[in-house]
């Protein structure tokens, strides 16, 4: 899970939005009042700033951060206002506090976490006369400590050197970073990690030299353990592995900052560290949760050591061992795992049941704090495949105990911190999306409600889904019995208490049927799909006109994007036979004019992609003053990549030459392609053996890979006929190949070094979509090989998400476009494939609709939503054909051809 989300999930029901739009916080004062003369203030994103009008700030330089708590956040405001003004320094401040909240939130981001109120001094002496003042002003307040800064004192004021504009360039890995100018005057990656750093360039001013021995002096040597390496991390602390120097024993620690780390109800690290061990102690003596070995205190980290237990959180089971990851899986197999699941959820419930009958609530049952060790009999673990997301639960990976043998798995539970009296009868503050009680659910019924969730999750893990709608619930139990030998009432009980009220009687009956129209069903599924995106659009919005992924978000420009905006969700809907939408075009044209300043000039996240949609769109005057900016601009520090660097750009200019007549658009095309070669051998991506490329966790793929530059290589050959760039595509290919693993179902995926991934955006399926083009030039019996096994790896039966570049619908476009003949590729199998979507549909306004990344809430954009969807089932459509940006639809082999293909 990538808990990024969740602080997009609060300021609308059905769509994530950008958390300040929330408007149950009407925010601090000094946030609503009005600026004094002679100053402005603008928004961005959470914080608002205030500067006086005449005031221009440096590029870069140091900067002053303040720490706040909820309780005194208000007080410091105003101080640190009420010293700004008189002395017109420009200052920027968190408005609200709720977004307070989010930022010091349990999975906030450690690197931004603390950060209150950011003031702007003008020089290296202002800085230091500042800092000062602001310590003698606020010394001693509470406030959690900004991890990326040098503290100031005691705090709450911390200090950084870094940027004070909005920059960007790429890193090493290519991908877009905040950038500061090196003495070359360079954009180099602003490092602004959860450690202090100073560029390499950057001499502390003397005045500093206390804080930073003040620093230099904290250190773990008192410590009576020793730390063997890191499980976790979170903004409230860390969990390790480690070793009692004292006795030897194996023990987990851990570790709570005080006033960081966020619960729903305001309870920070330390508090729900010291809730934990009351609660652990208090179950004193049960196999099923681990014991307490310590608790103690070093400088104002608080730490708790646990009992070691030797198993593996249930996440990495499911993983490893759930039939739907093959193609066509064996009945015993699905019976076997039938029974394992059925096995593993009545040691659950029997260790739930435990502790309840203790008085506690444990408030935070998930998969990932279930431990698990097969015992004699049990389901043999074989290792593999770790799957998405990350361990979640403080206990990271490994810690102990149970004995169980010979009765099937021993579990454990784990993660107390949220646990709470039964008797208190109070509601969850921390928990997994994917098992979260309704807001009516008190004590005991918020774990009961989470084993009802789990029974499903073990068969079909997409409660995640409950979030938008309950009565999924009885959707996904119907498809697990189609796909299972279980029980019908087994898993019907689970549907009961999902949807039950609060006083356990029983909720309303699903709808049957659950979805208005099954996807495959076209053309009505696009008809329904494209009312959907209709209902959901948002003319009067001046970011978006549809709600998509929080990438809309990440950076200006987003919201008109091809992959998160409007130009993406316009294209699918073209794309598939949607009647113009005129109203959507002008709102897209109006915010094209004069583009926000930061916009990129990638494909999928910016200004190349506007300008091809746009002329797709019939708008060829506003394309081309789109790619005079884009050829004004320098591409020195892009990345090769297709999502937002050079390759797209080049596709996108290429594309556009041939449309408009423009032969300079097709000269700036082959300036793309020449630093893109120039960046391959730079990085020596030509060579011709594939290993180069296959180191673990390297970018590969369509999007991020050399894939999309091995596209821009073979449009251009096919223009040109020149071999060195088929010669180029092939080394891209090979480079991309090398990243790649067989695993023991030979499919061919790419490794992540923690996971393999078989998608369309950076996975093996987008090599295989470039493969398909290059061997339609000329024949590699290597690359043949490659793309066999990489159609394998397009035909599991289950994906966890829906989406176009990271889930179902990119798999439904692969096999509807490639020309790889044989097992897989029949019509039968796109079809299968097109079947499985409707586990992810959700019906908006009487509409079919799919959820985005992470599956809390629905999106309509190109990469993540509806609309990649509609793409997809478009490209397999008779007559139809939608294809994705440069790559058309190629001859259909005759085992899939339609009547009136």
Sequence with gaps: MNKGYAVFCDADRWFYDAPYRRTEDGGYPAGTAAVPEGWQSHRTGDWLAWRPVEHRLPAQGWKIHVSATLDNAESVLDRVRDYCVPRRIAFKFVPSRHLLHNRNAKYADRAGAGKFVTVYPADTEEFGRIAADLDVLLGGEPGPYILSDLRWGRGPVYVRYGSFTLRHCHDERGELVPAIEDPEGRLVPDPRGPVFRLPEWVTPPEFLRPHLDARSAVTLADLPYSVERALHFSNGGGVYLARDSRTGERVVLKEARPYAGLAADGADAVTRLHREQQALERLAGLDCVP????????????????????????????????????????????????????????????????????????????????????????????????GEGGYEGEGAGESGGGDGAGDGPTVWLLDFEAAADGADG??????????????????????????????????????????????????????????????????????????????????????????????????????????????????????????????????????????????????????????????????????????????????????????????????????????????????????????????????????????????????????????????????????????DGSAPGRKAGLLHGASGPALLFLRLYERLGDRELLDLA???LRR?????????????????????????????????????????????????????????????????????????????????????????????????????????????????????????????????????????????????????????????????????S
């Design 291 to 386: 014991a307490v070995r310590d608790a103690f205190t070093i400088g104002e980290h608080h730490f708790l050591a646990l009992e070691y237990l030797d198993g593996k959180p249930l996440n990495t089971f499911f993983a490893r061992r759930h039939p739907l990851i093959e193609a066509d899986p064996d009945p015993a197999e699905l019976a076997a795992y039938t029974r394992w699941a059925m096995a593993v959820h009545r040691k659950v419930s029997e260790a739930v049941a435990a502790v309840h009958a203790r008085g506690i609530v444990f408030n935070d049952l998930h998969l990932f704090n279930v431990m698990v060790r097969e015992d004699e009999g049990g389901y043999e673990d074989e290792g593999g495949y770790e």
């Design 426 to 691: 109070s509601r969850q503050t921390v928990a997994n999306p994917a098992f979260v009680a309704p807001a009516d659910r008190r004590g005991f019924s918020v774990d009961r409600y989470a084993l009802a969730c789990l029974r499903l999750a073990l068969f079909l893990p997409l409660t995640s889904l409950l979030v938008l709608d309950r009565s999924k619930a009885a959707h996904l139990a119907a498809i697990a019995a189609e796909q299972f030998p279980v029980p019908r009432d087994y898993l019907d009980e689970a549907v009961a208490e999902i949807l039950a009220g609060p006083d356990g009687s029983p909720g309303p009956q699903p709808a049957e049927p659950y979805l208005p129209v099954p996807p495959g069903e076209w053309p009505a599924s696009r008809d329904s799909l494209a009312a959907a995106i209709t209902a959901a659009a948002t003319p009067d919005r001046e970011d978006r006109f549809f709600p998509g992924d929080i990438a809309q978000f990440a950076h200006p420009g987003g919201g008109l994007s091809v992959g998160y905006g409007a130009a993406g969700v316009l294209y699918a809907l073209a794309e598939t036979g949607h009647s113009p939408w005129p109203e959507a075009e002008e709102w897209l044209l109006d915010r094209t004019k004069d583009p926000a300043s930061g916009t990129p000039p990638g494909f999928y996240d910016g200004l190349a992609g506007l300008a091809w949609t746009l002329e797709r769109l019939g708008h060829p005057e506003r394309a081309l003053e789109l790619a005079e900016r884009i050829t004004g601009q320098s591409w020195d520090a892009a990345a090769p990549d297709l999502h937002s660097g050079l390759a797209g750009i080049g596709l996108a200019l290429d594309a556009l030459g041939t449309a408009t007549g423009e032969t300079g658009l097709h000269e700036a095309a082959l300036r793309c392609a020449g630093l893109v070669a120039d960046a391959i051998r730079t990085d020596g991506t030509d060579r011709t053996d594939g290993t």
């Design 730 to 732: 092939a080394a891209c």
């Design 736 to 900: 991309d190949l090398g990243a790649c693993v067989t695993s023991a179902f030979g499919t061919l995926q790419v490794n992540e070094g923690w996971r393999t991934m078989p998608y369309l955006g950076s996975g093996s399926v987008g090599i295989g979509m470039v493969l398909d083009d290059y061997l339609r030039h000329t024949p590699d019996e290597s690359f043949e090989q490659a793309r066999r096994q990489i159609v394998r790896a397009a035909q599991a039966t289950f994906y966890a998400q829906p989406g176009l570049f990271r889930g179902a619908a990119g798999m439904v476009l692969y096999l509807a476009r490639t020309t790889c003949t044989g097992p897989g590729t029949e019509q039968a199998d796109i079809d299968r494939q097109i079947e499985a979507l409707a586990r992810h549909a959700v019906p908006y306004q009487s509409h079919l609709a799919f959820p985005g990344e992470q599956l809390m809430r629905l999106s309509m954009d190109l990469a993540t939503g509806t609309a990649g969807t509609l793409l997809a089932l478009g490209s397999a459509a008779p007559a139809v054909r939608a294809q994705l940006p440069f790559l058309p639809p190629l001859p259909r082999p005759l085992n899939r051809s339609r009547t009136g």
